[in-house]
């Protein structure tokens, strides 16, 4: 056997030497721009997940309203608007403007909704179509 040639290819891939950074400049650099290249990869995602604050029970009832009062989310038939049919003064009393009341996403509405629901004290009086559901 020679001298410094390891007795197996191993040796030299798992050796311990290999992995401690040289004390030139070259080796921490190295170990900097790994360092900057690993957390430039692992990243948070941009927008955190929220849970809903309504229990999936209600959301099955909702959604059934919804497919009754309108099956467009961006329905416009006034006085009333969206798939909820809200009525402004509806959506204004759920803490929504009249600047939203119309343009609103699908997650605004059940949202508004089950603020109105909650306000009623668990009542889906706001919707005539409600018993269709429950």
């Excluded at 170990?31 to 957390?39: F, H, M, P, T």
């Excluded at 009333?80 to 509806?90: C, E, I, K, P, R």
Aim: proline share 9%; net charge positive; charged share 20%.
């Amino acid at each position: 056997m020679e001298v410094g040639v390891p007795a197996h290819p191993w040796e030299t891939f798992h050796s311990f030497p290999r992995l401690v950074p040289k004390r030139e400049g070259r080796g921490i650099r190295g170990w900097l721009a790994a360092v900057v290249i690993g957390l430039s990869i692992h990243h948070a995602p941009s927008r955190p997940h929220h849970r809903p604050p309504y229990p999936l029970w209600w959301k099955r009832q909702a959604l059934c309203i919804h497919r009754h009062e309108s099956t467009n989310w961006h329905a416009y038939d006034p006085p009333y608007a969206n798939g909820f049919q809200f009525l402004l003064s509806t959506w204004e009393r759920a803490g929504g403007s009249a600047a939203t009341w119309v343009r609103a996403s699908p997650r605004q509405q059940m949202y508004r909704a089950w603020r109105i629901w909650t306000q009623d004290g668990g009542s889906w009086r706001e919707w005539s179509t409600a018993y269709l559901c429950i």
